[in-house]
C-alpha cells in the first residue's frame, strides 16, 4: 500500500510541475524478444494489473525501442517480416527506433559473426556487394512503410570483426573489416542520410581495447556517428572504469555515446522452465547494489547518473537489454534474472528509473545535527553519516546525485562546522518521504560508544511503531535541527531536544566529561559525590553562583566508561541578561578530596546566545593532590588566552573574548586562508583582564564577507593564539 501511495505521489507531482523541455537523453530498451513471447501468451503487469508492455515502457518514461535483425532466422521471429512489423507497433507509441543489424542468420557477438547461410561461398566482392544491397534494401522497406529507424547499428559487438571467417580481424586484417563496415553504412545512407550510424564493441569498461579498437577505424577511414558500448558489470569492469572509459573517448574522438547494452540482475534465483540462465560473478558486482529489486534500480539510477556526467555532455543515453524478456513455455527465458519483471509478469519500481527528472523542481534540505548529547567525546575529526532509504520519485539516490542506503555506502556524510555541531545539505523533490537514523564514529570503520554507534530508540513524528526518523519534503527549503542520542534506553522523539524552549529564557546544556578523574581515583558517584556547574553570580543574574552549586548535573548512567558523562540544563532570563553577555564558569564536585574545582584552566567563558545552545567540556584536572592543593575559589582570567567565538557557526555577527595577564599592545585580526588581513578588531593598548569584541562579518571597507572559514588572531606583546571561526550564511 505504501508503495502505491508513493506512486501515486510520483505521478501528482510530474502533473503539479510539468516537464517544460523535451529530453533528449536515450532512455531506451531492447525487447527483440517480446513479439514471441506475446504469442505464446505471455502477460506483463504493472500494479499486478495487465497491461501492454509498450504502455508500460512507455508510462515509465522509455523513449526509444532497440530491435535486432538476423538475416535468415530459423523461425520467423527477429526477421525482416517480424521486424517491420513491430517497428510498426514502436512508431505508433511514439518511441524512436534504433535498428541492430546482425549480418548473421542467428546471434551475433564477440565469440561469434557467423555469415548468413545465403552469403556462403561468396567471393569477398559479392559479399561486400551483399551487405550493401541487403542493408538498402532492409533500410528501404522501413522507409516505405514509414517506420524509418532513427539509428542503425551496423554489426553487433563487433570488436572482432563481422562476417567470419572474411571479416575477422585475425584473419583478414581491419583492411577487409573495414570494407564491410563501409559497405553496411553505404548501404544504410543510399536510403536516407540523415539517419545516425553506431558502431558497437562489447568493453564498456575497457579503455585499451575501445581505443585499439576506434583507432584502427578511424586510420581505415569508418565515417559514423555514435559509439556504441555493452556494459555488464560482471564482464566489463567496475562503474568507474566505465566513467573513465566514457570520459577518454568523449575528448579522443569528439562522438556521442551510448551504453547501448545494460542490465543488472534481480535475484539469484531460476525457473525451471528448460533454460539455463545466463550467470554472473557475486564477487564481480559493484558493491553497495545487492542482487534484489532496489539493486537493480540503484544500480541502474548510478549509471544513468554515470552516463550524464560524461566530458562534454557525450554521453546520450542507453539502452536496457531485454528488461520485458520474462519466461513463458514453450519460450522460457534465459534472462529472467536481469528482466525487470518477476518471475509473474510484474513490474519491478526499477522502471522508475527511466523517467526523466532533470526538470522537475526541487527543494534544498539542510540536516543540522548537534551531537552534544551523544554518549561518547565525538571530536571534530570524527565521523557522522546518515544512512536510511527515500520513497518516491528518488530512489536510492538523491536529485544531486548523492546515494543513500541504510550502510556504510550512504553518501549523506556530515561536515563538523564548529564544536559539536555537524551539517550536510542536499536536494529533495517535494512529497519524497526519507527514513533516516544517524550513525556517529571516531572514524568510518570505527564506531562511537553504544549501538555500535548508532542512535538510540527514536519515535518519529507521526507517533508510528517503526524505530527511525522520518521527514517529508514540502515545497520550501527546510532546515531540520536535530539532536543524536542514545544516551537512554528508553525511546526518545524524533525532534526532542535535552532544553526545553522557553520564550523568556534561554537554556543552556551543561555536559563535562569526568572520566580522567574517575581514573585518577578522584571521583565515586557512589560516595554521593555530584558535578554541579558555578560561576559568575552578577552577569548570570544569579542563576549561577562561585559559592554554590545552584546548577546540579545528573549522571548519565549508559555513557562511556560507565556513566562518565554529567548533564543539565541552565536557563537565564532574557530580561535581566543581555545577550552576548561574557559569564563566567567552571565545573565543581562535591564531596570530594580534591577541592572540587577544576585546575590548570582559567575560568571558562560564554556569551550568553540568542537561543538555545549547549557547552560540551572534559573536566581539566592537572594538578597532583599528593602534593598540591587547589584553592576552593577560582582565580579571575590572570593569563593570555583567546576563547573560541560564540556563537560559531556564526550569522551574522559574533562575540570574541580574550584575556590578557597584564597591560599589553592588543592586536586582534581577522584572517582568510590564504593569509589576507579581512579585518583588524583590535589595535591597542589593553589593561589586563577579560575583554570582549563583536564582529559582524564586514570586511575593512564594510563589505560583507562571504560564507567561510577565517582565522582569528590574537596577539599581545609576543605572545600570540589563533581560533578557527566559520561563517554560515
Same mark, same amino acid.
Given at each position: ?59 515509465? #518514461? ?60 561468396? +567471393? ?36 572482432? &570483426? ?12 581491419? #583492411?577487409?573489416?573495414?570494407? =564491410? ?27 585499451? +581495447? ?125 534472462? *529472467? ?7 509473474? #509478469? ?55 546525485? *548523492? ?15 564548529? &564544536? ?35 542512535? &538510540? ?39 526532542? $531536544? ?111 546566545? *540568542? ?27 590572570? *593569563? ?10 556564526? $550569522? ?21 586562508? =590564504? ?38 588572531? =590574537? ?15
Amino acid at each position: 500500500m505504501k508503495k502505491l501511495f508513493f506512486l501515486w505521489i510520483a505521478i501528482l507531482f510530474t502533473t503539479i510541475f510539468p516537464q517544460t523541455n523535451p529530453d533528449s537523453f536515450i532512455r531506451g530498451v531492447d525487447i527483440s524478444t517480446t513479439p514471441q513471447i506475446r504469442n505464446a501468451s505471455g502477460v506483463w503487469k504493472q500494479n499486478n494489473v495487465a497491461d501492454d508492455v509498450l504502455d508500460i515502457f512507455k508510462t515509465n #518514461g522509455a523513449n526509444y525501442v532497440r530491435l535486432r535483425l538476423w538475416h535468415t532466422p530459423s523461425n520467423k521471429y527477429c526477421g525482416l517480416d517480424s521486424t517491420l512489423a513491430f517497428a510498426k507497433e514502436i512508431k505508433a507509441k511514439g518511441f524512436k527506433f534504433l535498428l541492430d543489424i546482425h549480418y548473421s542468420d542467428w546471434w551475433a557477438d564477440p565469440g561469434q559473426q557467423t555469415k548468413p547461410a545465403a552469403w556462403n561461398g561468396l +567471393s569477398f566482392a559479392v559479399l561486400s556487394d551483399s551487405v550493401r544491397d541487403y542493408t538498402k534494401r532492409v533500410i528501404q522497406a522501413l522507409k516505405d512503410q514509414n517506420t524509418l529507424p532513427d539509428m542503425v547499428q551496423v554489426g553487433n559487438e563487433i570488436t572482432g &570483426g563481422m562476417l567470419w571467417p572474411d571479416g575477422k580481424i585475425s584473419v583478414g586484417g581491419w #583492411g577487409n573489416f573495414s570494407t =564491410l563496415l563501409k559497405a553496411g553504412i553505404q548501404g544504410v545512407k543510399d536510403v536516407d542520410t540523415t539517419v545516425k550510424i553506431m558502431i558497437h564493441i562489447d568493453r564498456g569498461g575497457d579503455n585499451n +581495447s575501445c581505443r585499439w579498437f576506434y583507432d584502427n577505424l578511424k586510420s581505415n577511414g569508418v565515417t559514423f556517428d555514435i559509439i556504441g558500448l555493452s556494459y555488464y558489470p560482471w564482464w566489463h569492469g567496475s562503474l568507474t572504469n566505465a566513467q573513465n572509459n566514457l570520459n577518454d573517448l568523449a575528448t579522443r574522438y569528439n562522438k556521442d555515446i551510448v551504453i547501448v547494452e545494460t542490465a543488472y540482475p534481480w535475484t539469484t534465483q531460476y525457473l525451471n522452465d528448460g533454460m539455463n540462465n545466463v550467470g554472473f560473478d557475486p564477487a564481480k558486482l559493484p558493491a553497495g547494489y545487492p542482487v534484489n529489486p532496489q539493486g537493480q534500480r540503484d544500480f541502474l539510477t548510478y549509471l544513468i547518473k554515470l552516463i550524464k556526467n560524461t566530458t562534454s555532455g557525450r554521453g546520450i543515453g542507453f539502452f536496457y537489454w531485454e528488461p520485458a524478456y520474462i519466461s513463458v513455455p514453450p519460450v522460457g527465458s534465459a534472462w *529472467e534474472n536481469y528482466a525487470l519483471f518477476d518471475f509473474s #509478469g510484474n513490474a519491478f519500481s526499477t522502471l522508475q528509473a527511466f523517467q526523466s527528472n532533470d526538470s522537475l523542481s526541487t527543494v534544498n534540505v539542510t540536516l543540522r545535527l548537534n551531537t552534544s548529547t551523544l554518549g561518547d567525546t565525538l571530536k571534530s575529526t570524527g565521523f557522522v553519516q546518515a544512512r536510511g532509504q527515500i520513497f518516491g520519485v528518488s530512489s536510492g539516490f538523491f536529485p544531486g546525485g *548523492e546515494k543513500f542506503t541504510w550502510d556504510i555506502n550512504s553518501q549523506i556524510k556530515l561536515k563538523n562546522v564548529g &564544536g559539536d555541531y555537524w551539517e550536510y545539505t542536499f536536494k529533495m523533490y517535494p512529497a519524497d518521504e526519507i527514513q533516516f537514523l544517524f550513525w556517529a564514529g571516531h572514524s568510518s570503520t570505527v564506531p562511537t560508544y553504544r549501538s555500535l554507534g548508532w542512535e &538510540g530508540q527514536i519515535t518519529p513524528f507521526d507517533s508510528s511503531a517503526v524505530n527511525y526518523r522520518v521527514f517529508t519534503a514540502g515545497l520550501k527549503d527546510t532546515v531540520l535541527d536535530l539532536e543524536f542520542f542514545n544516551g537512554s534506553a528508553t525511546k526518545v522523539p524524533q525532534y526532542w $531536544n535535552p532544553i526545553v524552549s522557553q520564550p523568556d529564557s534561554v537554556g543552556i546544556l551543561f555536559r563535562v566529561n569526568v572520566v580522567h578523574l574517575i581514573k585518577a581515583g578522584l571521583f565515586d558517584a557512589a560516595k554521593t559525590m555530584l558535578v554541579t556547574v558555578r560561576g559568575d553570580s552578577a552577569s548570570s543574574a544569579g542563576v549561577l553562583s562561585w559559592d554554590f552549586s545552584n546548577v546540579l548535573l545528573k549522571q548519565e548512567p549508559i555513557s562511556v566508561s560507565s556513566g562518565s558523562f554529567w548533564s543539565g540544563v541552565a536557563y537565564f532570563p532574557k530580561n535581566k541578561i543581555t545577550s552576548g553577555t561574557p559569564i563566567g564558569y567552571k565545573f565543581y564536585v562535591t564531596n570530594c578530596t580534591f577541592g572540587g574545582w577544576e585546575s590548570g584552566i582559567e575560568n571558562r567563558v560564554f556569551n550568553l546566545p *540568542e537561543s538555545d545552545s549547549t557547552l560540551v567540556w572534559k573536566f581539566f584536572n592537572d594538578k597532583n593532590p599528593l602534593t598540591e592543593l587547589e584553592e576552593e575559589t577560582p582565580l579571575v582570567a590572570n *593569563e593570555f588566552m583567546l576563547y573560541q567565538n560564540y556563537p560559531n557557526p556564526f $550569522n551574522p555577527a559574533t562575540t570574541i573574548n580574550f584575556s590578557i595577564a597584564e597591560k599589553s599592545n592588543v592586536q586582534l585580526r581577522v584572517f582568510n586562508l =590564504l593569509g589576507e588581513v579581512v579585518k583588524t578588531l583590535v589595535n591597542q593598548n589593553e589593561e589586563a583582564g577579560v575583554h570582549s569584541i563583536t564582529w559582524n562579518g564586514l570586511n575593512e571597507t564594510g563589505a560583507p564577507v562571504n560564507s567561510g572559514i577565517y582565522l582569528l588572531r =590574537l596577539e599581545a606583546g609576543s605572545q600570540i593564539q589563533m581560533r578557527k571561526m566559520i561563517l554560515l550564511k
